[in-house]
C-alpha cells in the first residue's frame, strides 16, 4: 500500500520519545494531542471524507467511555476486554444514530444538528441514570496491574494510544486506497451523481459513521482508562464534540494526518494559551477560536492542505493553479 | 420481432393540478439510437427522471430486459446496467477527471487499481484522453459533458440514457461529440436521448418519438418525424402545418 511508510516512520520517531523523556508533562501533554488526533480522526472519515458534518460525536467517545467503565466498576468485566466492548457500542451506536438519520435523509445543518441532539440526550441520560452513577459520575476502581490496564509510568499508556492513533492512520489510508473510500468521497462531492453510478449512498453513509464513531469510541475507552474519572459533561460533553472537528478542520479535512496535525497545533496552542494568559479561564477558548478564523481564512484546507500547496509550488511553479481548484490527491 | 430493450408502458405522472405524463409509451430496441424530443413542458424531463429511478411514476411500468423496474432506485439501476448523465453536469469538482471516471468503472471492478486504469481507457474512448490528471473543477462545458458521458460509460452499462449531452455545446463541439456517441452505439450499447438539438437528432437517432403534453404525439424515422403535420403544430402552433403548406406550395 502506497502511503504506509510515512505512517510508520511518523510512528515509530514519536514511539521513542518516552525513552527520551520520562517527563510527565511531555509525555501527558502528548497523550492528550493524540486522544484529540484519535478522537478527530473518527470525525474526519465522516465528515472529511464523507461530507458529513457531525455536531455530536460525543455520543460515540462517551459510549466507549461509559461501557468500559461500568463494566469493570459494576460488572467486573476485564479492563482490557471492556475496551474493545467499548468500541463496539460506540459503533452500534453510530450506526444506530446514522440509520435514524440517514433513512430520513438528513443532510447538511439538520445532519449535524441531530447529531447535537442525540449526544445531548445521552448525556442527560447518563447523568441522571444509576447505572452510570448519576450526577457523581463513574470512578474506576485504582489497580495498577498491566492487566488491569492501569500503569505506575505514564509511558505504557503512550504507547497504547499512540497504537491506537497508527491503526487509525493506516485504516484511514487503506480506506483512501478502497472502492469503499472512492464511494464516501463522491457521496461527498455529488449524492445524485454518485447515486446514478451505482453508489447505494445511504449504505455507504452507514458504514462510514459506524466506523467513525468506533475510532472516536476508541478514544473514549481510553479516556477512561487514563483518568479513572467521568461523569456526563465529560464523556458526553458538546467539549469533546468542537474538539473532534476542530483538529481535523485545523489539520485539513479528507487528508490521513490532518487530525494529527490539526491536534498537535491546537494543544500546543492551548497550552501556550493557558501559560501566556496565567490560567485566565476560557481565555484559551477564545485563542482556539481566533485559531480557527484564521485557518479558514489563510489556509481552508487546513495545515496538511497548505502543506502540499507549498511543496507543489516550490516543486512545479509552472503548473501551479488556483488553491481553489485543487485538492490533495496524496 | 425482436423484443425491446427498454419499454415504457401507460406511464402517468401528476405535480399537483398538472399532468405532466399522460399514459406515455415507447420503446428502445436493443443496439439502436432512440430519441424523445418535444417543446417544453412536453414532460421529457418527468419521463426521463422516471426511467432513470429519481421519481416514481403514478401508474404505468418500466419494462427493462424483462423486468418492472418501475420505481426502483437509481443505484439499483445501474447495477442493472443502466447508466444515465445529468441535463446540468454533476462532477465531482474536488477530484481529477481520472478519479471522476474511477467512481464509475468501481461498479464492476473492486480493485482501486483496476478502476484506475480502466478511467483511463474510458477517457481515450470520448477523446479526452489528454486531461485525464486535471481537476474537474477546470474542465469547461464541453469538457463536462464528456467526463459526464465517460463516467456514465465507466460503469459498462448496456442502456444509456442521455439528457441533452449535446446542449450547450457550440457547432464544432456537437460534430466532434457525434462520433463519440455513434461509436458508443456501434459497441453495442443501446443509447436513449433527451435532445433539443435537431442536429443531433436527425444525423444520430435511427428512431424518434414526439412528446406533447405529456403525451406521444408522433414517432417514427427523424426524417418522417421533421415532416409530420401534428409535430410542426406541436413546436410552432395549431394551424402553423397549413399555413406552411401553403406558403411551400404557393413558393412552388
Known amino acids: 500500500m502506497k502511503g504506509l511508510v510515512p505512517i510508520v516512520g511518523a510512528v515509530a520517531l514519536l514511539g521513542t520519545v518516552p525513552l527520551i523523556t520520562s517527563s510527565n508533562v511531555v509525555l501527558n501533554f502528548l497523550v492528550l494531542v493524540f486522544l484529540i488526533a484519535l478522537v478527530g480522526q473518527g470525525w474526519n472519515l465522516l465528515g472529511g471524507y464523507g461530507g458529513q458534518y457531525s455536531f455530536g460525536h460525543a455520543a460515540f467517545f462517551g459510549t466507549g467511555a461509559y461501557v468500559t467503565a461500568v463494566l469493570q466498576v459494576r460488572y467486573g468485566v476485564n479492563a482490557w476486554l471492556g475496551f474493545g466492548i467499548g468500541i463496539v457500542a460506540g459503533g452500534v451506536v453510530g450506526a444506530a444514530i446514522g440509520a435514524l438519520s440517514f433513512r430520513a435523509g438528513l443532510k447538511g445543518s439538520y445532519f449535524a444538528l441531530v447529531t447535537l441532539a442525540f449526544a445531548e440526550v445521552l448525556r442527560i441520560i447518563a447523568s441522571v441514570a444509576p447505572i452510570t452513577g448519576a450526577g457523581v459520575g463513574t470512578l474506576i476502581t485504582l489497580d495498577l496491574r498491566p492487566e488491569a490496564l492501569q500503569f505506575q509510568s505514564r509511558a505504557p499508556f503512550y504507547w497504547i494510544i499512540l497504537g491506537l492513533v497508527g491503526v487509525s492512520l493506516i485504516l484511514i489510508r487503506a480506506i483512501e486506497d478502497s472502492r469503499f473510500g472512492a464511494y464516501l468521497i463522491a457521496v461527498r462531492e455529488n449524492e445524485d451523481a454518485a447515486e446514478a453510478l451505482g453508489v447505494d449512498t445511504t449504505a455507504v453513509k452507514l458504514g462510514a459513521m459506524t466506523i467513525s464513531a468506533a475510532i472516536t469510541a476508541a478514544g473514549g475507552c481510553f479516556y477512561a482508562q487514563y483518568f479513572l474519572f467521568i461523569d456526563a459533561s465529560i464523556a458526553y460533553g458538546p467539549w469533546i464534540s468542537v474538539e473532534a472537528l476542530l483538529a481535523p478542520i485545523i489539520g485539513g479535512t479528507g487528508t490521513v494526518f490532518g487530525p494529527l496535525l490539526g491536534a498537535l497545533v491546537v494543544k500546543t496552542l492551548g497550552e501556550l494559551g493557558k501559560f501566556a494568559t496565567g490560567d485566565a479561564p476560557g481565555l484559551d477558548l477564545v485563542i482556539y477560536g481566533c485559531v480557527l478564523i484564521a485557518v479558514v481564512a489563510v489556509a481552508p484546507r487546513g495545515i496538511a492542505g497548505m502543506l502540499s500547496d507549498l511543496r507543489r509550488h516550490f516543486l512545479s511553479p509552472k503548473t501551479a493553479m488556483p488553491p481553489s481548484l485543487r485538492r490533495d490527491h496524496g | ?252
Open chain 2, 1 to 252: 420481432m425482436v423484443e425491446p430493450l427498454l419499454r415504457v408502458e401507460h406511464v402517468s405522472k401528476r405535480f399537483g393540478g398538472l399532468q405532466a405524463l399522460d399514459r406515455t409509451s415507447f420503446s428502445a430496441d436493443a443496439g439502436r439510437i432512440t430519441a424523445l424530443i418535444g417543446p417544453n413542458g412536453a414532460g421529457k424531463t418527468t419521463l426521463f427522471s422516471i426511467i432513470a429511478g429519481s421519481l416514481p411514476p403514478d401508474r404505468g411500468r418500466i419494462v427493462y430486459d424483462g423486468v418492472n423496474i418501475a420505481g426502483e432506485p437509481p443505484h439499483r439501476l445501474a447495477r442493472r446496467g443502466i447508466a444515465r448523465t445529468f441535463q446540468i453536469a454533476q462532477p465531482f469538482t474536488g477530484l481529477t477527471v481520472r478519479e471522476n471516471i474511477a467512481v464509475g468503472a468501481h461498479l464492476p471492478r473492486p480493485a482501486r487499481a483496476d478502476a484506475l486504469a480502466a478511467a483511463g481507457d474510458v477517457a481515450r474512448e470520448v477523446g479526452r484522453g489528454d486531461l485525464i490528471d486535471r481537476p474537474a473543477a477546470t474542465l469547461n462545458v464541453a469538457g463536462r459533458k464528456r467526463l459526464e458521458l465517460a463516467r456514465a460509460l465507466a460503469i459498462a452499462p448496456r442502456l444509456l440514457l442521455l439528457d441533452e449531452v449535446l446542449a450547450g455545446l457550440n457547432p464544432s463541439e456537437i460534430r466532434g461529440m457525434v462520433p463519440v456517441i455513434r461509436a458508443i452505439r456501434d459497441r453495442g450499447i443501446t443509447i436513449v436521448m433527451i435532445e433539443h438539438v435537431m442536429q443531433a437528432v436527425t444525423s444520430l437517432a435511427e428512431h424518434v418519438f414526439v412528446l406533447c403534453e405529456g403525451r406521444v404525439i408522433a414517432e417514427g424515422p427523424p426524417d418522417a418525424i421533421a415532416a409530420d403535420p401534428h409535430v410542426v403544430e406541436a413546436y410552432l402552433g395549431r394551424g402553423a402545418a397549413g399555413r406552411m403548406m401553403a406558403t411551400g406550395s404557393a413558393h412552388a
